[in-house]
């Protein structure tokens, strides 16, 4: 099997997985096993296929074909989302009725949930599609791909499971707060996501193998 062909089942079991046992599996599983044994579970399927992606996209290698150039245009828009990825990712810790043992929510949306209803999903989804803009490359097209993918329809899926699990206590929520970001308006995320995000992109940036973030320009 060729690096490439790798890479692209990796992702299919990555995702695929991540829908199967986070749904039609979800119960029948927990049921068998109880919540924690479902948990550790989920947890080792979702590092042993990621850590596939990850294999496989390294196996492969230097792309000789890049399919656009982003240029100094796209490392200034990449820079600003990934910081605002780092802010949302935070701040998703903090009063986030979708976590897992969380009861729902309770009084209106706060923090970055002002921004988004969905802070963890969409700081994956950014981060993905700013490595895929600066990367360009075909193998690039699958990795970031498959996360893309995985975080917005889980996002969806994680809407309808938790309006049949709150029923109008979420429907109340969600109607307080956006899908998209930004879509109901810009919401201060707080200090400690604010703060704390910064810091995540700053390390995370400053950390990457090559010159990333403002690194690029200050480095």
């Given at each position: 099997?060729?690096?490439?062909?790798?890479?692209?089942?990796s992702?299919?079991?990555?995702?695929?997985?991540?829908f199967?046992?986070?749904h039609p599996?979800?119960?029948?599983?927990?049921?068998?096993?109880?919540?924690?044994?479902?948990?550790?579970l989920?947890?080792?399927?979702?590092?042993?296929?990621?850590?596939?992606?990850?294999?496989?996209?390294?196996a492969i290698?230097?792309?000789?074909?890049?399919?656009?150039?982003?240029?100094?245009a796209?490392?200034?828009?990449?820079?600003?989302?990934?910081?605002?990825g780092a802010?949302?990712?935070?701040?998703?810790?903090?009063?986030?009725?979708?976590?897992?043992?969380a009861?729902?929510?309770?009084?209106?949306p706060?923090?970055v949930f002002?921004i988004?209803?969905?802070?963890?999903?969409?700081?994956f989804?950014?981060w993905?599609?700013?490595?895929?803009?600066?990367?360009?490359?075909?193998?690039?097209?699958?990795?970031d791909?498959a996360?893309?993918?995985?975080?917005?329809?889980g996002?969806?899926?994680?809407d309808?499971?938790?309006?049949?699990?709150?029923?109008?206590?979420?429907h109340?929520?969600t109607?307080?707060?956006?899908?998209?970001?930004?879509?109901?308006?810009v919401?201060?995320?707080?200090a400690?996501a604010l703060?704390?995000?910064?810091?995540?992109?700053?390390?995370?940036?400053w950390?990457?193998p090559i010159p990333?973030?403002?690194?690029?320009?200050?480095?």
């Open positions: 099997m060729t690096p490439q062909m790798g890479l692209f089942f992702a299919i079991l990555f995702v695929g997985l991540h199967l046992m986070s599996l979800r119960r029948p599983l927990v049921q068998a096993m109880g919540e924690k044994a479902f948990q550790g989920y947890s080792v399927i979702s590092l042993l296929t990621f850590g596939g992606m990850i294999y496989f996209y390294h290698g230097r792309e000789p074909e890049r399919l656009w150039d982003a240029g100094d796209g490392w200034i828009a990449g820079t600003i989302l990934m910081w605002l802010i949302l990712f935070v701040g998703s810790f903090i009063k986030n009725p979708s976590l897992v043992g009861r729902g929510p309770k009084g209106g706060t923090g002002k988004t209803r969905h802070p963890m999903m969409w700081s989804a950014i993905a599609a700013v490595h895929l803009m600066i990367i360009a490359a075909p193998k690039a097209l699958v990795f791909g996360i893309i993918l995985l975080a917005l329809a996002a969806a899926g994680q309808r499971k938790k309006a049949r699990q709150f029923g109008e206590d979420w109340d929520w109607a307080q707060t956006a899908f998209v970001p930004f879509t109901r308006g919401g201060n995320p707080g400690v703060i704390g995000g910064t810091l995540l992109f700053f390390l995370a940036t950390l990457h990333a973030g403002f690194w690029r320009w200050i480095g």
